[in-house]
């Protein structure tokens, strides 16, 4: 059964630009069938969709944050990033990788990585 | 400010049923599918239903989902301390052209 494993830095200062990488324990980053995505959760609060990324390289992106997101994937390592630029306190989140299956109306996200911490502060 | 939106919290004693209800409107409920997701404390979501009303392998049939325009609800049937926990709904925004997540809303079995 395929598992998701976030790697970040933990603690990043402010204007910084944050990274990810999330790892797959089986299947393929190429998939067809699934989008390859990222969500956060601030302490405390509630879940925040932040993009996802296609097999093809089409990217979908939370308005509130487009500027600032860059998703991308690795298919020689199978894995795929996030670069969050720009980061204030307000980034500081549990952020989560994820497998979305996005088709038309039917969109769900089956696979959750367990999640990393991170913390913007000087 | 999320586009979704859940009554904070809910409650009932065990064996007991609850209902959660997700708010939306045409641009993501009303054309899209609905999911929702089961968050225990400490723990990362877990995807609970999807397509409305279907459950994946290993969740029991105590949980069951439903839609009706622009609104969806999750009910637990048969309520265990097990449930405790936050759940979220979500869905496709057409308008957004991203997901969206409800505002979530924390189970209490009394």
């Known amino acids: 059964q395929l598992q998701l494993q976030e790697s970040g830095p933990g603690l990043v200062k402010p204007s910084e630009t944050l990274s990810f990488t999330c790892t797959l324990s089986?299947?393929?980053?190429?998939?067809?069938?699934?989008?390859w995505g990222w969500i956060r959760q601030p302490p405390g609060k509630g879940l925040e969709w932040i993009g996802i990324?296609?097999?093809?390289?089409?990217?979908y992106y939370n308005p509130s944050l487009k500027s600032r997101v860059t998703i991308s994937v690795d298919a020689s390592k199978n894995q795929f990033s996030l670069k969050l630029s720009s980061v204030t306190a307000a980034d500081t989140a549990f952020y989560y990788c994820?497998?979305?299956?996005?088709?038309?109306?039917?969109?769900?996200?089956?696979?959750w990585g367990k999640g990393t911490t991170v913390t913007v502060s000087s | 400010q999320s586009v979704l939106t859940q009554p904070p919290s809910v409650s009932a004693a065990p064996g007991q049923k609850v209902t959660i209800s997700c708010s939306g409107s045409?641009?993501?409920?009303?054309?899209?599918?609905v999911s929702w997701y089961q968050q225990l404390p400490g723990t990362a979501p877990k995807l609970l239903i999807y397509?409305?009303?279907k459950r994946p392998s290993g969740i029991p049939d105590r949980f069951s989902g439903s839609k009706s325009g622009t609104s969806a609800t999750l009910g637990i049937t048969g309520l265990q301390t097990g449930d405790e926990a936050d759940y979220y709904c979500?869905?496709?925004?057409?308008?957004?052209?991203?997901?969206?997540f409800g505002t979530g809303t924390g189970v209490t079995v009394l």
């Open positions: 994820a497998r979305q299956y996005s088709n038309g109306p039917y969109d769900h996200i089956d696979v």
């Open positions: 089986s299947g393929s980053v190429s998939s067809t069938t699934y989008h």
């Open positions: 990324i296609s097999y093809s390289g089409n990217t």
């Open positions: 045409s641009s993501n409920i009303g054309n899209n599918y």
């Open positions: 397509e409305n009303n």
């Open positions: 979500g869905t496709w925004d057409n308008s957004r052209r991203g997901y969206v």
